[in-house]
């Protein structure tokens, strides 16, 4: 197999990856990825100890031990073309000789669980509840560069969905890790979370500028795929979830609902919510 050029796999002097700046034996096999950068340290404040502190861009990593296992926080910032690169990068750590830039003949799965905030999108997704992502419907265009296989369920999804909002291209469909959320979400509400690409217009929000699509939460909340029903929706999870079928690794989305809109109520206690699904999270993982 050719080595990878320095173009396409960019390693920094020190021997760091490119947009991550982490070694290898920076990560852990269990990984928890946010959003938001300053909740790296609300979760790292659970472990007993922290061996490494880096940061770069919107990327802050600790890892370090809870309880005797070794796992290491990173958030992302939002927004799927963030989780492009940090899936890839994460993912080249794990599985590319980073020195003779050549696959490893031997795949390394990695555990990588989301925690993040939501908004709900029908009656029953509760302000301020925990919802666990099964399935990832991604409203971006990331998986239209990607050779992405979806199986026929999936696929009828995405057609529906694109038809009854008249998008140009196929969203695309993606499933959790069902291990992983039978071992960290088994006390969880289980939904369809829908990834969209913007926090105001894609999500029906209209501040002075008015949305392309008229009443697309509605659209949202009356979808309906012989039974499959979309729940919330927020920015990254449906990237997640394709990224970690390509590269193989086992993926899980866990949900913080801090707006509903059906009530149109935002919540004012987001921080206990996020902070219950952390603990959860570093206890099952
Ligand atoms: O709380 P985080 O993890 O950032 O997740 C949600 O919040 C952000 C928008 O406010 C988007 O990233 C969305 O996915
Ligand atoms: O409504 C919401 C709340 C959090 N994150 C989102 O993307 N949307």
Redesign the pocket.
């Known amino acids: 197999m050719n080595a990878i050029a320095p173009s396409e796999l960019i390693v920094n002097k020190n021997g760091t990856i490119y947009h991550l700046n982490l070694r290898p034996e920076d990560i852990a096999d269990n990984i928890i990825a946010v959003g938001d950068p300053e909740r790296v340290a609300k979760v790292s404040c659970h472990f007993d100890s922290i061996e490494r502190e880096v940061h770069k861009r919107e990327f802050i990593t600790h890892t370090g031990f809870y309880k005797g296992k070794r796992i290491t926080v990173i958030s992302t910032g939002m927004g799927t073309d963030n989780i492009e690169i940090f899936m890839t990068e994460l993912d080249a750590l794990a599985n590319i000789d980073l020195e003779t830039r050549i696959p490893k003949s031997e795949h390394k799965t990695l555990n990588i669980v989301r925690i993040g ?3 709900g999108l029908q009656e029953n997704v509760a302000l301020d509840s925990e919802l666990a992502s099964a399935t990832g419907i991604g409203l971006d265009t990331l998986m239209c560069f990607y050779a992405f296989e979806a199986n026929e369920q999936e696929t009828n999804i995405g057609s529906k969905l694109q038809q009854d909002l008249g998008l140009p291209f196929r969203p695309y469909v993606a499933a959790a890790s069902s291990e992983l959320l039978e071992k960290i979400a088994f006390d969880m509400y289980k939904g369809n979370t829908l990834t ?1 690409p913007g ?1 105001y217009a894609p ?1 029906g929000r209209e501040l002075r500028l008015k949305t392309a699509i008229p009443n697309l939460v509605s659209k949202y909340q009356g979808f309906d795929y012989e039974g499959f029903k979309m729940t919330n ?3 990254e999870t449906a990237a997640y979830y394709a990224m970690g079928r390509m590269l193989g690794h086992n993926m899980l989305s866990l949900n913080a609902i ?2 509903q ?1 059906v009530q149109n109520l935002f919540s004012t206690q987001a921080e206990k919510v996020i902070d219950s699904l952390i603990v959860k999270t570093l206890d099952r993982l």
């Open positions: 905030t939501s908004g969209c926090f999500q929706f927020e920015m801090v707006a809109r």
